[in-house]
């Protein structure tokens, strides 16, 4: 018996098929987003890539059923797509690191839109285009008359839809945070399969192609049980995902390091046999000195992007506060901190955005912004309105901190934005760049004398090495002051100028690469 003579099957199929599209484009997000961030640029591309993927699949399904009406050729696509979607996160983090190479070589603007548009293109295009040409096909299969026909293609849109809305929530409230990105494809895989083993089983065909198929995914199950998107395993003791992130904790003889990019970027740190970090925690450290702690009453301690708790955890063991409060949003981090960087029980660690717990705070005599990850800028954080927020809830000459991790300095671009911003709320505005790095600190306060309390608070320190620090920002540290550069809640393009911050810093970083090409040849390149 035809399975296809039961309009449940074909109705089934198009449900599935809706739902796979959103859990791939989902599971794309979070398979890019290590790599190139999650920001709004990289959404855009996904979903761009997407939907021309998805144009071009109903332009071919609707020719092909036309052209041969056999619905064989629409399930035997329907195994292509699941055995490609099974084998992207085995071979994706190849195929990105390659494509993302070849880009930087070739592109000097816009890096972070072209690499990610070819890994798209590489990666979730073709099996998209297949789950695009479901849709024509079913029509053809299902319309029996033209006086039904309205009444069935309604019947398959809103099966598809109905689809697609579990396929986003599917994917982001359970799979991923469950069982991660990997085991998500491989879960849609095995539904697109399952959909043409019972087409094929029932018409008896294609039994040698069912099951090579069949084979091809149960390896890449097995595979995918060891995946892992870090590019090396060296030093790597934890890898997850939340729903916020990817995760990995590094460990060396040094130190423990919490990242949320492949690629680069370290979000925490615990050193093993010392305080400072000769990061930008360390030149925070100015923040109390400024807001002359040692001199205040139980004072308190705000920050608003905890991490694993590096900067709690120096101004603990530096400072008296009485009382730190650190919001982090992603659970998973907070309990990395206490599983492997040993968090501190007397800090508070509490789960939020930072800007909706700053509705309902108390005062706080330094309040640290440490929110901004890479090219993830969130824009909420960035606006006047959000640092007037921050300004009620600080001490009257308290004193905020921000790590702004885009060292670009350039006319218009994200960090003059953020200075003039800050500087429309706060009347003393200073910044000052961290070796080594491309973070640069900001200090903010209405305190005239925020410049000579560090000076006078860091001489009575007995650590040399942050007494030294202190003292350099304190001389070195320029101050800002407020331009027609602002930065709202209405308008705050932070992807934007974060992503030309970034394209000058791959831009500096290839240099040396691209006169190695042109000098030795490519030959050169691969021998290094």
Known sequence: MNILKNKYFLYATEFFAGMSVMAIELGASRLLAPYFSSSQIVWTVIIGAIMIAMSLGNIWGGRSADKNPNPSLLYKRLMLAAVWTAAIPIVGK?????SSGLVALVITKNFLVWASLLSCILLFVYPLMILGTVTPSLVKYTTEDLESNGKVVGRLGALNTLGSILGTFIPTFLTIPAVGTAATFMIFASILLLLSIIYFMSSKKKYIQTGISVALIITFSFLNMSHSFALSDKDLIHEDESIYNYLQVLENDESIILSTNVLFGVQS????????????????LAAPFMANIDEIENPKLLILGLGTGTYAELCRELFNFSEIDG?????????IAHEYFNLSEDINAIEGDGRIFLKSASTYDVIMVDAYQDITIPFQMSSIEFFEEVKKHLAKDGVMVVNMNMNSDGQGSINEYLESTIAHVFSDV????????????????????????????????SNERLKKLMVKIAKNCEKKSASKLLLTDNSAPVELLGMEALDSIIEQELKYYRN?????????????
């Open 516 to 528: 190695l090409i042109k000098t030795e040849g490519l030959g050169a390149l691969l021998d290094r």
């Open 269 to 284: 740190i615990k050193k093993k046999h010392e305080s400072l970090t000769g990061m930008y925690y360390d030149y925070a």
């Open 430 to 461: 200073y910044t000052i760049k961290v070796n080594n790095g491309t973070n640069k600190e900001l200090f903010a306060s209405n305190n005239k004398k925020m410049i000579s309390n560090l000076l006078a608070n860091s001489e009575n320190q």
């Open 327 to 335: 919001v982090e949003i992603d659970k998973k981090i907070i309990d």
């Open 94 to 98: 190849y195929v990105i690191g390659i």
